[in-house]
């Protein structure tokens, strides 16, 4: 809240969350990635694979020293549990929630459980707002009142980019003080979403994911819902480890993909109204470092 009302452009990145217990994993990647970021985005239960508790992650993300945005996803909750949950991730430290619908079910591990999806993330937001008034649905008051900087997200790629603004709208109405993207990979959608949301006041962090070969960037592009991966990036990727043996393949096809990350930056960046980036790993954190620095990005502002 700090770096974006300071003006200054502000840096996310997202680690994986452990699918086990092992708190380890999350401190190790915490500190891969916090000296070059601002916060650290912990996701909740992403593609609907069991991890560990977005609230106990954000809570070892505090205790290595940084700054966690925690996600909470309405896809599993009832209105019951997001209170809950509120309260507990604010006693716990949290400062910063993002709320999001959450992936299908389908794409995940657990195809056969069952979504809940009382409130979708617009609600969320509302009821977030609420208690931060002192008070819970009932209007009584509330043992300790939850003060949280909220966040939404939203999705240049869809279409109509009418609708994409009105529910941006909508959740900046709720409560949403910050947005952070759908993974852009080429900015068209972005700045078209940009200039018809100009009015809104919107802060925006535009999603960025480095693309670690031909295949992995092939199956996002084919499965993931709301990612546009242009076929010339694709050819990008393979092009550069052509002729190459499979370690040096491989380096190169990274090196590539790092590139591409910088370049959509530098794009991005060219948009007026976009205050940030958030980076996703996707499993390679180890990335991030190399693409904050070669962005420029790196070394971070300190905030008081």
Not at 77 to 96: C, P
Not at 183 to 211: N, Q, S, Y
């Amino acid at each position: 809240m700090q770096i974006l009302e300071s003006g200054s452009f502000v840096v996310t990145c997202e680690i994986g969350c452990p699918r086990g217990a092992d708190k380890a994993i999350v401190l190790k990647r915490t500190h891969l990635v916090s000296d070059y970021c601002d916060a650290i985005n912990i996701a909740d239960n992403a593609l609907g694979i069991p991890s560990m508790s977005s609230t106990a992650c954000a809570r070892f993300v505090l205790d290595a020293g940084a700054e966690p945005i925690m996600h909470l996803t309405t896809r599993d909750r009832n209105s019951i549990s997001i209170e809950s949950e509120l309260y507990g991730a604010y006693a716990l430290g949290v400062r910063n929630v993002l709320f999001i619908t959450g992936d299908d079910v389908l794409l995940g591990s657990h195809p056969y459980a069952k979504t809940v999806y009382d409130l979708d993330s617009t609600q969320a937001l509302k009821l977030a707002s609420h208690l931060m008034s002192g008070t819970n649905l009932l209007n009584e008051p509330l043992e300790g009142i939850p003060k949280f900087f909220l966040g939404s997200t939203f999705n240049p790629n869809a279409t109509p980019l009418e609708i994409q603004v009105q529910r941006a709208e909508k959740k900046r109405d709720a409560g949403a003080r910050f947005f952070q993207t759908q993974a852009i990979f080429e900015t068209t959608g972005l700045e078209a979403f940009m200039d018809l949301a100009k009015d809104l006041e919107l802060r925006v962090l535009a999603g960025v994911i480095p693309l670690k070969g031909p295949k992995r960037a092939s199956f996002m592009k084919n499965n993931v819902p709301g990612i546009n991966v242009p076929e010339e990036l694709i050819l990008r990727l393979e092009d550069a480890g052509k002729g190459l043996k499979d370690d040096e393949m491989l380096e190169a096809m990274r090196a590539e993909g790092l590139l591409i990350a910088v370049e959509t930056i530098k794009a991005i960046r060219r948009i007026k109204g976009i205050q940030g980036v958030h980076l996703m790993g996707v499993g390679w954190e180890e990335s991030i470092p190399a693409i904050v620095k070669s962005a420029g990005l790196y070394p971070r502002p300190k905030v008081r």
